[in-house]
Structures are given as C-alpha cells and as structure tokens.
Nanobody
C-alpha cells in the first residue's frame, strides 16, 4: 500500500511559521480522516491535528490550538498543517497518517489508530 509523503519542514526561530504538506493518498466518496503527529527522541508519538476530508471537521491537541491549522485541498489530494507562532517545544519530526484501525476515532488522535505513515519531515524551532 502506498505510504504518505511529508514535506515542508525546516529550521526557524521562535515565532516563525512553516507549512507542512502531506501527499500520497487518494480521495474517494467515503469519509477519510488524516492526521498530523509529531515525535521527539525518548517520547511517544503524539497527535497534533486531524481532519475529516469529507466535511473538513478538525481536531487539535490543546498545545497547538490557536497556532496551528490543518486544512485540505481535495483537488490536489493534499493535507496541510499551517504552523504559526512556533515555539521551541514544537521541535519534532512530523508525520502524517490515515485513520485505519477498526473502531478508531479521528477526534482522539491516537497513534495506534493510524497507519500509512510517511518518512516524516523535521521541524526545528530555535529560541
């Protein structure tokens, strides 16, 4: 099965912005949940934001609310993560995945419920 591909990461100073892109999936008439997750050495992968592609309903972890925005372009089959007001604690490898586990929920952003992970894109925020 094709895996997703992330891009757009880089190094910025605190307060800066980045826009991540996730491609490699196919849209269909059925509902699909795509999520952005991040992971740092020694820590578990955590959900950042998820989106239902059919309705554009979104969910965010508390630490990024008001700063990050997840969106989609159905024509180009791309999911974005706009990151503003970046903080050093946002430094991580960012991954995108698709909800696939039977009974899994988009809103709870549980890593184990998602699959088709890409290679990730590194985001580094300096003080």
């Amino acid at each position: 099965q094709v895996h997703l591909v992330e891009s757009g990461g880089g190094s910025v100073q605190a307060g800066g912005s980045l826009r991540l892109s996730c491609v490699g999936f196919e849209y269909s008439y059925i509902n699909k949940c795509v999520g952005w997750f991040r992971q740092t050495p020694g820590k578990e992968r955590e959900g950042v934001a998820t989106i239902w592609t059919s309705s554009s309903v979104t969910y965010y972890t508390d630490s990024v609310k008001g700063r990050f925005a997840i969106s989609q372009d159905s024509v180009e089959n791309t999911v974005y993560l706009q990151m503003n007001s970046l903080k050093p604690e946002d430094t991580a490898m960012y991954y995108c995945g698709r909800l696939s586990r039977p009974g899994g929920l988009c809103s709870t952003m549980k890593t184990m419920d998602f699959e088709n992970w890409g290679q990730g894109t590194q985001v580094t925020v300096s003080s």
